[in-house]
């Protein structure tokens, strides 16, 4: 089967910025930020993005560019042994995508919201209460909110669309409309913000550097742990987008383009959050602190309650900002659909339409439960699981397999042979030390807590589905990885 190309390099950069740019861009970097030092946290942030973020892109770029496969694919290629981590990456952002979508699916409830502003003075309780219809535990699923059901089913039936069309006329074509309109957007939310009365307050609260917190090697994690996941790292993607790249180009400098765009536009998102969160502080006569909230907190309470405040524009300005959730979110919904599909085509040598539709029917069916009055708490149980033993995990196995393994000069020739930017000693320092020794403490640390008190409070027996599910994914992709493939 002729493997599909990018139009260009533009087509590449910008899907990948897309697949890279997520809803965690627009409020969890902000509230990092924030909470570990302020313009202070800039310097471990961007000793993480130098020392790990760019040498692992680039190496899940070199996987892909070189042995011209699906993520499990081209770790086969690379080493037999290695295709149960190319599974683990894709099935382990499958699982991922199956919540991922449902808050993409309240952000488009949010927008028709918006127009009207239906969260009124209290938008913890109409969130929670109205929109959710949030259950007393994850135990106790409550049926489903019909709102967010029909949403869920649109947002998956949009990237069944795209996908279904390919790699250049489906994805690259999508990210061409979406990566340009998420930066206007982005744009007009940060002149709106800055023109506030009281947002410079809350601007020098995001950016007023505190240099003691740079001693406390909590802060130095918090970066590590923001950059891998804001690159979308660990989940297949990078790997099956750069296998779509002709064999002679340049991966590194696109690396370099791809973190760096995607660094500045969560730094951009964050003048736009701080800054409408200022002026509210200063229309309530709150401290900044207690306003600030994080992850969905700060997406679905805290900012649509900045919003009903403002002066003016609120309708426009509320729009705006929910538009660019669900469009940031689509963009990063789709890559990780692309990557488990295009796994089916080449393990099983399925037709692109027949993987996209085991996929699409899959993913749906997997996020049914979030969609249920009790579908929050197993979002943020799985969030945990996931992103600790899915993508840290085979961020960590990556590193190890290429660099003690296989050999980071094998993988280092070929990127250098078409890159401007070389890959020289520095590459190789951090994918066999520095990358694999801050995921493995950052697993370790996670670990550790994990045990010592059950993660945010939750029955045992809900902890217990949620680690069964993550076993049951490795013990998949070891069985995918022994089966007899289509090559």
């Known amino acids: 089967m002729e493997r599909e190309l990018w139009s260009g390099r533009t087509g590449f950069v910008l899907s990948a910025i897309g697949a890279a740019i997520g809803l965690g861009n627009i409020w969890r970097f902000s509230y990092v930020v924030y909470n570990n030092g302020g313009g202070a946290f800039l310097i471990p942030y961007f000793v993480a993005l130098f020392t790990t973020g760019i040498s692992l892109l680039i190496l899940e770029f070199a996987i892909g560019n070189r042995f011209r496969g699906s993520t499990p694919l081209s770790f086969r290629r690379a080493r037999r042994g ?9 099935l382990g952002g499958f699982i991922l995508v199956t919540y991922y979508v449902v808050i993409i699916s309240w952000s488009l409830v949010y927008i028709f919201k918006s127009f009207t502003l239906a969260w009124g003075d209290d938008p913890n309780s109409y969130f929670f209460g109205s929109v959710l219809g949030l259950s007393g535990s994850p135990l106790d699923l409550g049926g489903f909110s019909s709102e967010i059901l029909a949403s869920l089913i649109i947002i998956w039936v949009a990237n069944w669309l795209i996908v279904a069309k390919g790699v250049e006329k489906g994805i690259e074509r999508a990210n061409r409309i979406f990566i340009p309109l998420l930066w206007i957007l982005a744009i007009i939310l940060v002149v709106r913000a800055v023109t506030l009365p009281g947002s410079l307050d809350g601007i020098d609260w995001y950016l007023k550097p505190d240099f003691s917190r ?3 090697y909590n802060v130095w994690l918090a970066a590590y742990g923001q950059i891998f996941f804001s690159l979308s790292l660990g989940w297949g993607v990078m790997t099956v987008y750069a296998s779509y790249l002709p064999e002679n180009s340049d991966i590194v400098t696109n690396s370099f383009i791809i973190s760096l765009a995607n660094c500045a536009f969560s730094f951009l998102l964050g003048f736009a959050v701080f800054g409408t969160l200022g002026y509210m502080a200063s229309a309530t006569n709150q401290d900044i602190s207690t306003v600030v909230d994080q992850s969905i907190g700060l997406a679905f309470v805290a900012f649509p309650k900045a919003l009903s405040l403002l002066p003016g524009l609120k309708v426009f300005t509320a729009v705006v900002f929910f538009t660019s959730l669900v469009i940031a979110g689509l963009a990063t919904s789709i890559s990780v659909f692309e990557a488990f599909a295009t796994g089916l085509m080449d393990k099983f040598g399925l037709e692109r339409n027949k993987a996209v539709n085991i996929t699409f029917v899959m993913g749906l069916a997997g996020s049914i439960l979030y969609a249920t009055r009790a579908g929050l708490y197993w979002l943020d149980i799985m969030d945990n699981f996931i992103n600790i033993y899915g993508l840290m995990f085979v961020g960590f196995l990556e590193a190890l397999a290429i660099g003690w393994i296989l050999g980071p000069e094998k993988v280092k020739v070929w990127v250098n042979k078409n890159s401007e930017i070389k890959a020289g000693r520095w590459w190789d320092v951090s994918i066999k030390l520095i990358t ?9 640390l996670n670990t550790k807590s994990n045990l010592e008190s059950p993660y945010g409070g939750y029955p045992e027996i809900a902890l217990a589905i949620g680690v069964v599910i993550i076993l049951a ?4 992709s070891v069985v995918l990885s022994l089966m007899r493939g289509a090559e």
């Open 473 to 476: 994914g490795m013990i998949v």
């Open 214 to 216: 740079l001693v406390d």
């Open 436 to 444: 694999p020794l801050v995921l493995a403490l950052l697993i370790m």
């Open 82 to 90: 290695f295709e149960w981590i190319g599974w683990w990456a894709v």
